[in-house]
């Protein structure tokens, strides 16, 4: 069964390269939002099991739209991936609580590890 | 006190004049009967006899000329009276006393009423009065202690009639003149000498004998000299025409005359005892003054450099932490401009690596690829980890001293912007592992996020304290769950009374980058590192705002095992 992930980033090209790389897999469906301001109408829409979202963007950032739809009961059962391009992976094992106390990934992420994380974010209870 | 040295007797010796005053006491014209009239008229040269000798009352120069205050009321009255006064002179006191009982002179100017004096003389009232006094050489109290001493009087002078009568027993050395009893005095030949206070000052002056002293209250009895002019005692009408003469001078007449002797009175300063004194005390005061200067001088100027010093070490700090500020946020903003692509040039190698043909070369050039990307990422984590406090060196200090020290760093910017520092730092607060350098970033940061928030004017409260939490409310502040109930901490608290934290900003306060300060003022590093550096020390952080006002922050650490009791 195919799960859906819903890539949030503001850069176009790295959303099609998630995309591209989830999808060859054929175990996700992928849909990308580079405006995070439209990161939570989508998310209603599409209905994702997990989001990938950047921290940094502008407008709205990551945390931001990950609390808000937290509160959507309807939404609640969604899993966080959350990417950022400002921190080392020393700074997410020490900081890692931060933000929500969800997974983090630091860019440049490789494919594999990124398909890894998704699948033990979704395999959490 | 009974005795004083003759210098300070010399020093007050100028209140003299004080006690010679006028006959009458007040002024009145010269109003002489006209048998006065016809008598002046009959006797135009009048014969007076001065004491050659009897400074400052009178005496005659070398010259021959007749000098003293009595000799200024006796011109003065020559004139008054229009009759001419033919001075004697070339003779001792003893001889004059001789001529005058043979009536052979008509006036004896400035003479003490005895009554040996009176079968001869007719005296008018006193028209100068001086007290009179003891002289010796080594500070005798009382004459009435003398009983059996030698004692030197002038011979024929009313002190010597006085002293015969009052005191039988003292052995009398009469002599000549005021100096010679007064050298006899001063080598010890006499004991003492008694004379007048005015005299033995002028002459003592004149003389230079500095080793003798004045008994200032010893002598009620031998009281006051009182100088009256004697006349021969068959020419009443002169003593009445005289005592009219005294009784008509005027007060400034009086005044004049008194001013040309008051001069005799006021000693040499630099031979005040006093003086010398006054100096001395003066010349150490200045002595201690200067000393003071020099020394205050000194320590200003350690101080100065100490401060200095302090103060260079203390923008060093602050110059190195901006560095390291300004090297984060170089890095971050690298990171996030860099990092992007790379994660595109990462993926897209990624899924070229699979969709490409899987010959040898394509594989080597998607790997190489794959290597540049991980190389150049290593630069980026490179850069920030190096603006970043990883690890500790940790040691067992005193949290206190670090805040103190920390303190002390921004002391200049709290007294620039006029903000009190105030410390409350338990006393048994113990010993924990920290990293001395570490916490001193945090609290200068804390610190100046602090005074940053109130600007100018304002209190920065800090305290530390061994605490047990208690209750919930003691665990809200650990913002991290790392500690239980009735566990005890060392607790330190940063208060300011700034504008306190804005609700929206208090979730992400300490997330990396985050800042509510204008572009320009803060990078967002400052939390976040701070955080870093409280929770690699096994502490947590929380900031909220006071009831009263301002903001708090909440430092709690883990005491050591075995003092957690």
């Known amino acids: 069964m195919t799960k859906r992930i819903l890539v949030v980033d503001d850069e176009p090209a790295i959303t099609r390269m998630v995309k591209l790389n989830l999808e060859r897999t054929q175990n996700y469906e992928v849909l990308t939002e580079n405006r995070s301001t439209n990161a939570i109408a989508a998310a209603r829409q599409f209905q994702p099991d997990l989001i990938l979202l950047d921290v940094m963007m502008p407008e709205m950032d990551g945390d931001e739209i990950a609390s808000q739809l937290r509160q959507d009961e309807q939404l609640s059962k969604i899993k966080f991936v959350f990417m950022t391009a400002i921190v080392s992976k020393d700074d997410i094992e020490t900081m890692g609580s931060n933000i929500g106390g969800n997974e983090f990934l630091a860019k440049p992420v490789k494919t594999e590890e990124l398909i890894a994380t998704i699948e033990r974010v979704l395999a959490e209870s | ?565």
């Open chain 2, 1 to 565: 006190m009974g005795t004083m040295p003759l210098l300070k007797l010399l020093y007050t010796a100028c209140l003299l004049p004080l006690l010679l005053y006028c006959v009458s006491g007040m002024a009145g014209e010269l109003a002489l009967t006209a048998d006065e009239r016809q008598w002046l008229d009959d006797h135009p040269v009048i014969r007076i006899a001065p004491d050659p000798d009897f400074s400052p009352f009178e005496w005659i120069s070398k010259d021959g000329v007749y000098h003293g205050m009595a000799a200024d009321y006796v011109w003065l009255i020559g004139k008054k009276l229009g009759v001419r006064f033919e001075v004697i002179h070339g003779y001792k006191w003893s001889q004059i006393i001789a001529m005058a009982q043979q009536h052979e002179v008509d006036l004896l100017p400035a003479v003490g009423e005895t009554e040996e004096r009176m079968k001869y003389l007719l005296f008018t009232k006193p028209y100068i009065s001086v007290p009179g006094v003891l002289v010796s050489s080594d500070n005798q109290e009382s004459i009435e202690k003398l009983g059996g001493h030698k004692i030197a009087v002038v011979r024929d002078y009313m002190w010597d009639d006085l002293v015969s009568k009052l005191y039988p027993d003292i052995l009398i050395e009469r002599v000549d003149d005021l100096k010679f009893g007064l050298e006899l005095t001063a080598l010890g030949a006499v004991d003492a000498m008694v004379t007048d206070l005015a005299s033995a000052t002028n002459m003592i002056q004149q003389t230079n004998i500095n080793n003798l002293h004045i008994v200032s209250d010893a002598t009620p009895k031998l009281g006051y000299m009182e100088l009256s002019m004697g006349v021969r005692s068959d020419w009443p009408q002169l003593r009445s025409i005289l005592d009219k003469a005294l009784a008509s001078l005027d007060t400034a007449e009086i005044i004049a005359i008194r001013s040309n002797w008051i001069k005799f009175n006021e000693p040499a300063f630099w031979r005040d005892s006093n003086f010398w004194y006054s100096l001395l005390i003066a010349l150490s005061v200045v002595l201690l003054l200067f000393s003071g200067f020099i020394i205050w001088n000194r320590m200003l100027k350690k101080e100065v450099a100490l401060r200095t010093r302090e103060l260079q070490t203390a923008q060093k700090q602050l110059m190195q932490a901006e560095k390291m500020e300004t090297i984060g946020r170089l890095a971050a903003g690298v990171a996030h401009e860099v990092k992007n692509p790379l994660a595109i040039i990462q993926m897209g190698v990624d899924y070229l690596s699979h969709e490409m043909s899987q010959d040898k070369d394509s594989l080597e050039v998607i790997k190489d690829i794959d290597d540049a990307v991980r190389r150049a990422d290593n630069v980026i984590l490179g850069l920030l980890d190096f603006s970043r406090d990883k690890k500790l060196e940790l040691k067992q200090g005193s949290l206190n001293d670090v805040i103190s020290s920390s303190l002390h760093l921004v002391d200049h910017e709290l007294r620039q912007r006029n903000i009190k520092a105030e410390t409350l730092l338990a006393e048994n607060l113990p010993a924990m592992a920290l990293d001395a350098n570490k916490l001193q970033q945090v609290f200068i940061n804390l610190f100046m996020n602090a005074v940053h928030a109130m600007d100018h004017n304002g209190e920065l409260r800090i305290s530390s304290e061994v605490k047990r939490l208690e209750e919930q409310s003691d665990l809200a502040r650990d913002s991290d769950g790392l500690f239980t109930i009735n566990e005890q901490v060392i607790r330190v608290e940063v208060a300011d009374t700034g504008p306190g934290i804005r609700e929206q900003d208090k979730a992400k306060i300490f997330e990396l980058f985050y800042t509510t300060k204008v572009v320009g003022e803060g990078t967002g590093l400052g939390l976040s590192v701070t955080r870093n550096i409280i929770n690699l020390h096994h502490g947590t952080i929380d900031i909220a705002n006071r009831p009263q006002g301002g903001a708090s922050v909440v430092l709690m650490f883990k005491l050591n095992e075995g003092e957690n009791q």
